[in-house]
């Protein structure tokens, strides 16, 4: 088994730092089946249906000086069909619908995204632009059966968003 990824986020908090978008680099640098290793300052309970929603299950720890310890393990390999681990985003094709969601509210989004997907076709892919990662609608999109991968751009400032439309039930 490949050795677990570390990410010690504690000097990034202690500098007043987001330690969000480093975390979410080191996710998508994860080799299929690694664990990510996370260190920081504090239990991050908001991270864990984050990671739970990628697909993760966690096993945290306290450590010297009030600090945590968190292993992510991922709950499977990539490939095995799941809604939120599609098996090679890499070979969907090109986003037939693009969104800029940055100026709307959540509710606004949302309803947008998931309205604009009911009229894809299947396999078609959506990419949208948002001003944070969409966790509310991830529940969504899984029950409709659509994949979907995401990140946020090198600034950390805009969230990217590409969902391919599942099998209509």
């Known amino acids: 088994m490949t050795e677990p990824l570390e990410l010690d986020v504690r000097p990034i908090l202690r500098d007043g730092g987001e330690p969000f978008g480093a975390i979410m680099e080191a996710v998508g640098a994860l080799a299929p089946g690694q664990q990510l290793r996370l260190l920081a300052s504090f239990r991050p309970e908001p991270l864990f249906s984050v990671m739970a929603a990628r697909g993760f299950v966690y096993q945290a720890r306290p450590i010297d000086g009030g600090n945590w310890e968190v ?99």
Do not use: K
């Open 71 to 169: 292993v992510f393990t991922p709950l499977s390999v990539p490939g095995n069909g799941s809604a939120s681990h599609p098996d090679d985003p890499d070979s969907w094709p090109d986003p037939s619908r693009y969104l800029d969601c940055t100026e709307l509210n959540t509710a606004e989004w949302v309803d947008r995204i998931l309205t604009r997907l009911a009229a894809m076709a299947e396999g078609e892919v959506l990419f949208a632009l948002l001003q944070q990662e969409p966790l509310s609608l991830y529940s969504q999109l899984q029950a409709r059966g659509h994949a979907w991968v995401g990140n946020f751009d090198p600034e950390g400032t805009t969230y990217r968003l590409m969902v391919r439309v599942g099998h209509r039930h």
